[in-house]
T-cell receptor, first 114, second 109 residues
C-alpha cells in the first residue's frame, strides 16, 4: 500500500525551539506539500515542492521553511517555534499530472508549542 | 480562486444512499471538481474528481450539473465507516487545492 509517512504523530516543543517535521513518501511522486489544519480555518498550504531542491511558497509561509534534498523526503522547519504555530500539520504528495490521480496525505503531526 | 459552498453537516441512515451537495457558482472552464474526505484523527483521503461528465469509482459517484455550478457526491450505501468530513474542492492546477470547511457526515445505525 502506498504511503506518506510523517515522523511523529504528536510533538510538544518549547517557544523559541527549532522544530523539524519530516515527511517521506514511497510512491516516487514529484510533488510534495505541507499544510496546517486549524479548527474553523480548514487546510492551508504552507509550502510545496515540485522537484528536488525546488520549493514554492503557499498561502501562509511566514515562520516556516522547507527542505527537499531527496525526491522522497520533504521537511518542514519552524525556525523559532511560537505558540501560534500550535496546529495539526499534514504532508501530502502527488504525481505530476495529479489532477487525474489525487493527493495522498500522511496521518498528520499534532504539534503543541508551549 | 473559485470557492465552494457546502452544508456544515448532514445525517444519514446506515445502508442508505447519501447525496452530498456542493455549490461552485464561480467555477471556471478549466477548474476540476475534487472530493476528499477526512476520517477522525487521519489525514484527508482522495475520493473522486471530475471536469464535466459524471464519474464513478469504487468509493463513490460524482454527478456534475450541466452548467457545472454545482455537483453532488453520491455514496450508494453508507456505512458507519463513511462518517467523516467531506470536502468539495476546485482546482485548475496540480499544486493548489483551496479547501473549505467541508460537510460533516453523520451516519446513524
Amino acid at each position: 500500500d502506498v504511503k506518506v509517512t510523517q515522523s511523529s504523530r504528536y510533538l510538544v516543543k518549547r517557544t523559541g525551539e527549532k522544530v523539524f517535521l519530516e515527511c517521506v513518501q514511497d510512491m516516487d511522486h514529484e510533488n510534495m506539500f505541507w499544510y496546517r489544519q486549524d479548527p474553523g480555518l480548514g487546510l492551508r498550504l504552507i509550502y510545496f515542492s515540485y522537484d528536488v531542491k525546488m520549493k514554492e511558497k503557499g498561502d501562509i509561509p511566514e515562520g516556516y521553511s522547507v527542505s527537499r534534498e531527496k525526491k522522497e523526503r520533504f521537511s518542514l522547519i519552524l525556525e523559532s517555534a511560537s505558540t501560534n504555530q500550535t496546529s495539526m500539520y499534514l504532508c501530502a504528495s502527488s504525481r505530476t499530472g495529479s489532477i487525474h490521480y489525487g493527493y495522498t496525505f500522511g496521518s498528520g503531526t499534532r504539534l503543541t508549542v508551549v | 480562486d473559485a470557492k465552494t459552498t457546502q452544508p456544515n453537516s448532514m445525517e444519514s441512515n446506515e445502508e442508505e444512499p447519501v447525496h452530498l451537495p456542493c455549490n461552485h457558482s464561480t467555477i471556471s472552464g478549466t477548474d476540476y471538481i475534487h472530493w476528499y474526505r477526512q476520517l477522525p484523527s487521519q489525514g484527508p483521503e482522495y475520493v473522486i474528481h471530475g471536469l464535466t461528465s459524471n464519474v464513478n469509482n469504487r468509493m463513490a459517484s460524482l454527478a456534475i450539473a450541466e452548467d457545472r455550478k454545482s455537483s453532488t457526491l453520491i455514496l450508494h450505501r453508507a456505512t458507519l465507516r463513511d462518517a467523516a468530513v467531506y470536502y468539495c474542492i476546485l482546482s485548475h492546477s496540480n499544486y493548489q487545492l483551496i479547501w473549505g470547511a467541508g460537510t460533516k457526515l453523520i451516519i446513524k445505525p
